[in-house]
């Protein structure tokens, strides 16, 4: 299969792209791969994306260098196909209408995957229905401003196929979205094997890693921490990432002289290194639409204690198997739970064992034969005989739902099968 | 011993100096150091030829460590494993690392990879042995590798620190000297050497031979302040006649501490205007105050 993935910039740091990039070099082991970045402003990316698949741009941003398009005139006029309610709303212009759609409209491709709401949008208006048409999203239904889901739900219907990263995402867009036709399914993100011996579970250290941001729930981590040193201070919790809560959480730290035993460490890279000089990993956020760091510390050999927030750990952890789910919110329990394992070296080394083994299943292997089956299917129903048929009927569909934009798209495909 | 040491020989003209981050970023070593202190660098070199080295360089004065590149595995020629053993003391400072492909090839610098430190964080050190030698491969912020290298004929290593009313209050640890009853923790002025001030270094408790506390008084730094922002280094003298020993904190997986091993201040008044008092570390990991004039209330 000839596979094109859409994203908004490959050549950044962000979990979209980790992600996006993990898959498709799994992929390319068997199909040819793309990726195709709206925007470049840096030579090359930051993560990995092996020998076998292709990255390309569509707008140019690197300053100072000959091919910078950011002075374009029509890149100051406002796009007219990026949804205004997806958050990358202002870096999409009149100029990336353009590209998009060009690439869009010359797409030989059997599957194309957009990576996030606003260019699954371009997806739905701009590509000829060859080609299968999939959107990704890599948040949560709930995330997205109201304004957003009513312009999804109109031209969703479109989509070959909807992925979710949880079970519960997929249920909220099955129930909440209504999309006939559409298959929707939850495939969780791909976290390879660590290159490096994972924990045996002897250190005292309770690691955390994520941006410094209210989500995370750090205030209710250092609070919970403090009623772990205060029955186990021989345990110590180090945090890492960077991010606008780091002045707050310093100062609770100090305010709760917990200076010796709470180190907010910076941003590390490669974090498989930090979670095996720990024996614990910790999770107190809010919200986590997936939870990656948490298939991480796992994937370690570190049991996780999670808040049950919505939607990621709960489908990550097992409670009491290969980690501990927690009330969000909920400092005493975290503080139990953390006590639970620090206090019994035999459970905590046998639910990092678990960790390791259960872990195993997000394993990218696993991951891009769930995506390949899921393209297959949806290329061969595509093109066997009641592929034009099905379309049609879900254009059909779209058309009720979304308007002006069917119509044209209708007729531009009903054009093209005459022709 | 397989090693070479040699001072202020530089090896041929390199694709990239030192600190440079270029966009030919070098090959990527995977550094491992394990309980014994052994320094494991692995990197893939391909075409690399026998006579491959590691080459470690110290910043400052060139002085240099070549260890050899060897296969990892017999019949695998592109992963190649140097192993700079525990033995070999690497004066302080911050060495960076290259690779040399083949005798008289110019040198690569090296990319961090994985580096696996798990056996320095809470590492077991015996209080007899001197020197104290510590080595931490480490990231720099132009993302190559370099080793960042502490070699004292003693150390006083920092365990907990508190910033009370009575001053900043430490429980430290005495490794390559002995500590006797008389010891004292002095505190030096770097702005005026002239002044010093001391405080007693008392054993951290019965059956202690190693492990100590101290008090730092703010109030007495806080009285002597020369300017409007001194820094007070702190020494342990073990015993009367004994050298000095800094007072820091080296042993663990951290090479820069600075900015995440910190503590609130103090602030009190004094005839001269309000001041703040708050123990950091250096560049150098080691201990230190700050008293420094605030504006009035």
Redesign the interface.
């Known amino acids: 299969m000839h596979i094109s993935f859409l994203i908004h910039n490959g050549y950044g740091i962000g979990g979209t792209i980790r992600t996006t990039f993990t898959l498709a070099r799994t992929l390319a082991e068997h199909h040819d791969v793309e990726i195709v970045s709206v925007f470049r402003h840096r030579?090359?990316p930051v993560f990995d994306l092996g020998p076998g698949v292709r990255l390309r741009h569509l707008v140019d941003m690197r300053k100072g260098t000959p091919g910078y398009e950011g002075d374009d005139p029509a890149h100051r006029r406002p796009s007219r196909v990026f949804p205004v309610d997806d958050n990358r709303y202002p870096q999409y212009s009149a100029l990336t209408d353009e590209r998009i759609g060009r690439f869009l409209k010359s797409l030989d491709s059997d599957v194309v995957v957009g990576t996030r709401p606003g260019l699954n949008v371009h997806i739905a208006l701009q590509c000829p229905s060859r080609v299968v048409r999939v959107a990704q999203e890599h948040l949560t239904l709930d995330v997205h401003p109201p304004m957003l889901n009513l312009r999804l739900r109109s031209l969703y219907p479109r989509m070959d196929a909807l992925t979710t990263v949880t079970e519960a995402d997929a249920e909220a867009y099955r129930r909440r979205m209504r999309l006939p036709g559409v298959r929707i399914e939850a495939v969780p993100n791909g976290v390879p094997e660590p290159?490096?011996?994972p924990?045996d579970g002897t250190?005292?250290?309770v690691v955390a890693a994520g941006r410094l941001a209210p989500v995370k729930r750090y205030d209710m981590l250092v609070t919970a921490f403090g009623k772990v040193v205060r029955e186990r201070p021989d345990w110590k919790l180090r945090i890492y990432g960077g991010g606008e809560q780091k002045e707050r959480l310093?100062s609770l730290i100090?305010?709760s002289?917990l200076?010796?035993h709470v180190?907010?460490?910076?941003p590390a890279a490669?974090l498989?290194?930090e979670w095996?000089?720990g024996s614990i990993a910790a999770v107190t956020s809010s919200l986590e639409s997936f939870g990656m760091t948490i298939v991480e510390a796992m994937r370690c050999g570190l049991p996780v204690v999670s808040t049950a927030c919505p939607h990621g750990p709960r489908e990550i952890i097992r409670d009491g198997v290969d980690g501990r789910l927690v009330p969000p919110g909920d400092a005493d329990a975290m503080a139990s739970a953390l006590l639970e394992l620090i206090n019994d070296d035999v459970l905590r080394r046998r639910m990092g064992r678990a960790a390791l083994s259960s872990s195993a299943r997000f394993d990218p292997g696993e991951i891009a034969a769930r995506y390949e089956d899921l393209f297959d299917d949806l290329v061969r129903g595509h093109r066997g005989a009641g592929g034009v048929l099905r379309s049609l009927g879900r254009e059909t569909r779209g058309r009720l739902l979304s308007g002006a934009y069917t119509v044209t798209d209708t007729a531009r495909r009903v054009k093209r099968s005459i022709a | 011993m397989a090693t070479e040491q040699s001072t202020g020989r530089p090896a041929p003209a390199a694709p990239a100096d030192g600190r440079g981050d270029r966009a030919a970023r070098g090959p990527r070593a995977d550094c491992t150091v394990d309980r014994s202190g052994d320094l494991a660098v692995r990197v893939v070199l391909p075409g690399a030829a026998a006579g491959a080295r590691l080459l470690l360089r110290r910043r400052g004065d060139e002085q240099e460590v070549r260890v050899p590149l060897e296969p990892a595995a017999p019949g695998d020629g592109d992963v190649l494993r140097a192993v700079l053993p525990a033995a070999v003391r690497l004066a302080e400072g911050r060495w960076d690392a290259y690779a040399l492909p083949a005798p008289g090839a110019g040198r690569l610098r090296l990319a961090p990879g994985l580096n696996d430190l798990r056996a320095l964080v809470d590492q077991e050190r015996d209080p007899g042995v001197s020197p104290v030698a510590v080595r931490i491969p480490y990231a720099t912020k132009h993302a190559n590798l370099s080793v960042r290298a502490w070699l004292r004929p003693a150390h006083a290593e920092v365990e907990e620190l508190l910033v009370t009313g009575a001053g900043t209050a430490v429980q430290a640890r005495l490794l390559g000297a002995r500590l006797s009853d008389d010891a004292v923790v002095e505190a030096r002025c770097r702005q005026d050497p002239r002044q010093v001030r001391q405080a007693p270094a008392r054993r951290a408790g019965a059956g202690e031979e190693d492990r100590f506390t101290f008090t730092v008084p703010h109030r007495e730094l806080a009285a002597a302040r020369s300017g409007t922002h001194d820094t007070w280094d702190l020494w342990l003298l073990p015993a009367p006649g004994a050298g000095a020993v800094r007072v820091g904190r080296l042993l663990d997986d951290v090479p820069d501490r600075k900015k995440i091993f910190t503590y609130p201040a103090d602030s009190l008044d004094t005839p001269r205007g309000r001041v703040r008092v708050q123990p950091y570390y250096t560049a150098d990991n080691d201990l230190s105050v700050t008293v420094s004039d605030l504006p009035a209330p």
């Open positions: 030579d090359t290159g490096i011996a924990g250190g005292r250290y310093r100090d305010r002289g200076y010796n180190y907010l460490m910076g490669p498989e290194a095996v000089k």
